[in-house]
């Protein structure tokens, strides 16, 4: 199918009642289900399913084999990493209809979230946080927080351009690559340049 404002793949299937911004591409065998909306300039690889009522910001990055179910918010600028996947009830049972106890996951602008990579629902991703690849987050990640593991468990922060931070004793980082500043305190990161 072929659309003016957006493409999408021959293959794709796409709901009534969608909301797909200028330049989004939809890749093959994807399916974007009913009163979703996705931004401007937005990329959904091969194979990926987006749930109803699911929101994605500007210029989002859906690499192939990914679920986005309902209750998930994905603000401008995400990267979501081949197969990974999130939840949307915290206690699934097949013969218990649970639709009325979708938890809401917020992943904010800038954020990436890696290969394989899984994120139990009711749990926030921060801006511009990394959560490497295979990990479960089962918990509130932090703006600039650098994660991994199964629990995934923070190891250190990591810059809007994507480059480890080593803060010195005021507290101060600068990005090896960008320059840009950042400064700690209190278990927080502001970018400061």
């Not at 859906?62 to 990974?84: A, H, K, R, W």
């Amino acid at each position: 199918m072929n659309n003016k404002n957006y493409f999408a793949h021959e293959s794709a299937f796409i709901d009534e009642g969608c909301a797909i911004g200028k330049g989004t591409k939809i890749w093959h065998f994807s399916h974007i289900m009913s009163n979703s909306k996705i931004g401007e300039n937005c990329n959904i690889g091969q194979n990926v399913v987006i749930s109803p009522q699911v929101i994605l910001g500007k210029n989002v990055k859906v690499q192939n084999n990914v679920s986005i179910y309902t209750g998930v918010i994905c603000e401008d600028d995400v990267f979501l990493g081949p197969s990974m996947v999130f939840t949307n009830v915290i206690n699934p049972r097949s013969a218990i209809i649970r639709k009325d106890e979708y938890l809401k996951t917020v992943v904010k602008k800038g954020a990436s979230i890696g290969a394989n990579a899984t994120i139990v629902c009711g749990n926030n991703i921060g801006e511009y946080a990394f959560i490497g690849a295979g990990a479960v987050v089962t918990k509130e990640v932090l703006p600039y927080a650098l994660v991994v593991g199964n629990p995934s468990k923070q190891i250190g922060w990591i810059s809007e351009f994507g480059h480890r931070l080593n803060f010195d004793e005021k507290g101060i980082a600068i990005c090896s690559e960008s320059k840009e500043k950042y400064k700690i305190a209190h278990n927080c990161v502001k970018k400061t340049s």
